[in-house]
């Protein structure tokens, strides 16, 4: 494990656990099931880049903890959805039985729902984000259309749409930067806008490598589906196939479809080039994420 | 019908229309779901008292219709999600299949997850709400903590779990509080936020008629689901005894429910006794709705 991936998943855990409702509050069961789905063991990507996109731009990560559990809080909503045996009908995630195999389909259901309004509201309240008022409404318009329907719910969306269909690698392309492009950039952009200096130069540079991230990530994901077995995984390996959905190795072939993931790394790399050292965190964060096997 | 009701729903059904995506941008499915769930002949009673509280205020209506767009979107994605056969399980909704039977379920879900998600956009990013950024902020504050764990989707938990229980009046309120009351509250607060003359002790007084409307409202539509039959009601009438459901009929009996109906309506009108004329909308809007029958 890269310690500094571990350093941004204790400090987001942290913050997690703080914004997330007691489970001896009531509703008891529902706050239980939405810390079950939050607080087990992921990876944290997400947050990890929203706090390496901090220090680029020199921001006091405690400014970045409100946006980083924003973006894991809609990230884990989505898993929590896309698993109901409605959408992927899948039992186990991050190695621990789905939220609905733990609780129950209604409870999920909900665990999403709420999670999606404490996104909102940690943005709107978290005295932490030093930003002003309008940058801050910023931020909440930019998560609110990353995952609406023309962002990571349409690309969810898409992808049910074009199971067992042939796609081209357009198509294929507009549903990842949906899926999961779009958040994962969200929070990249919300943490460059916690930064009062950034130019609209850098905001851009930032922007470019977060949209290159966020899709060579999901095609790893794709390849990872097809290589992994579902103990390394720690969700069900192979369901992709099985389901017949759309992925870059299914289009492009395995080996071609690391070729871009590897492709779009170098182009991040590129457009990180001129804030030179300050990218350091982004840099290895973004090695490290390429060559994981899970 | 009332004619103020009816110029208030045209209203906002017009702010909906423009807000909500058009149904040839992709992914057309979910777009035209989305739609399907919203622009229904739905009464739009959240709306309707935030544009009399507004007017109550004086705020010029326009500075309205986001908040009223905001709280039907919160309104309709929950009544959507709550129909879905893990929860309700219902087939009719405005006299119409509901959304899951109309599209399917995965459609379903994701219809409320980007319902919810458009919400949070348009009081972000509407330019027509004329109050401070730091204003705004307070307005999705109050939104997302109103639809979250502790307010809306907090109520629905509590009153999934209450099913077949035996519970007392107090612990029958806290349920209705946040399932229905919390929704109802935050759009009426809301709206007065949008008027930037109102002093703190006016909007404590509205905010305490909203209490007592929104529980008074709830209570009507247990009392409707028992005398009501289906064709009335657009849904399907007396399910929660069906389900047992705790409801106000079946803890205090149906004069009894009524009776408490009619009492948090005369606290409502002495709440907005201090704005004479001006809350004259707002009076023959709960007149109204007291006296409906569906």
Redesign the interface.
Known sequence: MNTRLQGYQQRVDRALEQWL?APE???E???EA?RYAVLGPGKRVRPALCYATGETLGVDLAQVDGIACAIELIHA??LV?DD?P??DDDDLRRGLPTCHRAF????A??V???L???A??I???DPAIAA???T???M??T???A?????M??G???D??AEGRQLGPAELE?IHICKTGALIRAGMVMSSLSADSASPRQLEQLDHAAKSIGLAFQILDDVLDVEGDTDTLGKTGGKDADRRKPTYPAVLGLAEARRLATTLHEEAVTALAPFGDRAAPLHELCDFLMARNK
Do not use: K, N
């Open positions: 409702p509050m009531a509703p069961r529902l706050h939405m909503y989505s959805h109901l409605a959408m129950d389909e209604a409870t259901i909900l999403g729902d709420a999606q309004a404490l909102f509201r943005l709107a309240h002003s008022p309008a801050r409404l910023h909440i318009d998560l609110a259309v995952c609406g329907s023309r962002g719910v349409g969810q969306a898409l049910l749409a507009f």
